[in-house]
């Protein structure tokens, strides 16, 4: 195994199913991904809420749908949250529509 750096790496070890990895090796050297980046790349992608992994994630859980739907929904008001804007944001935006086109 490859040495790591401690203060910035950790090393993430699991078991699984022996035909299972070696139809994952297979898939990802097919796909020209190690398996390490395959997995961070998952990885990231579930802790950064990726709309995609969550949807896999509730599959695997085996929850409900409608506890998927929600969960769903709640990443979609945090991402409209995100980019909401306040009254005074607003009316800025139609004061710069106005200057621009004083026609309207």
Do not use: W
Not at 28 to 41: M, P, R
């Amino acid at each position: 195994m490859p040495s790591i750096n401690k203060e910035t790496q950790s090393r993430l070890v699991f078991l699984i199913d022996k035909d299972l990895h070696d139809q994952f090796r297979a898939a990802c050297a097919e796909d020209g991904l190690s398996q390490a980046k395959f997995v961070t790349g998952i990885v990231k992608a579930y802790v950064e809420k990726n709309r995609s992994i969550i949807r896999e994630v509730e599959k695997i859980r085996g929850s409900s749908k409608l506890d998927a739907k929600q969960r769903l929904k709640n990443l979609a008001n945090e991402t409209i949250k995100e980019f909401e804007f306040d009254d005074n944001e607003i009316e800025n935006i139609f004061d710069k529509i106005e200057e621009a086109n004083p026609d309207l």
